[in-house]
């Protein structure tokens, strides 16, 4: 059996059921594991106050905070000026580019821009009020092509967002025009996430390692989309939840339960806790 020294878990579809609702018996099973000393790590597509709220309730505010897929880790989550482990924007003359794109083909795309802890949006639309009320978040009412230009603020990530058909052709369309330096990929069947190239959760595992000090060996990830592929499968036990795709399944060692069933917690009983 592989000594599991830390965990690094997904959240929308792996902690969190079909209703938003944390695994009941996850608080339970972080105690216990800080009790055996094994690191239990959030990573999402969220911003930092996106995740403050969950990390109170689960009482892992100390951790570190896998945030933007691996574009900023922080830790201190509760403070104003919490900790920068990582940061990794993206390129500027790309992301005005992707502006132009969406203006002219995709204009009905809500456009939000995440920088740091802050949310910027154009208009507060249908999907943006969605977003908001599921991350508890407000986001800044601005012109993005302005703030762009202006370069006041790294950008993280972008999220597009409207219905399914319109983002997969978005998606396509984007990846025709092969940006040297922007990765696109769905978080959700029309959340089409846009990062950095170098970015993800398996390179914030990485650091993570460092981090604390410990080996690729004694690591697990759980997570049930395809931005999480590259996490499940460097770790040394990669888990997909029950309600993940089959292609994302086919890069675990192991498959969970379902988000529906608490499948993280048997999971960390099952391959992590110490009996």
Known sequence: MTEVKLILSDIDGTILNDKNIVDS?????????????IHFVLASARSPKGMVALAQELDILDNPIVCYNGALVVKDLQKDNYQTILSHSMNILEIKEIFQILHEKFPRISINLYSGSNWYVENF???VKIEADITNMTPIEINLNQLV?????????LLLISDTSEIKQARQYLQDNNFANSSFYLSKDNY??????DVSKQKALRELVKYYQINLNNTMTLGDNFNDVPMLDLAQ??????NA?????KHADVVTKSNNENGVSDAIKKYALKR
């Open 245 to 249: 795709p089959d292609e994302v399944k």
């Open 192 to 197: 089409l996430e846009i990062t950095d190239r």
């Open 125 to 127: 639309d249908k999907w």
């Open 149 to 157: 230009a202006e370069q006041r603020v790294p950008v993280h990530k």
């Open 25 to 37: 018996d996850l608080r339970r099973n972080i105690a216990e594991l800080r009790h055996q000393k």
């Open 237 to 242: 036990i990669g888990i997909a939840m029950g």
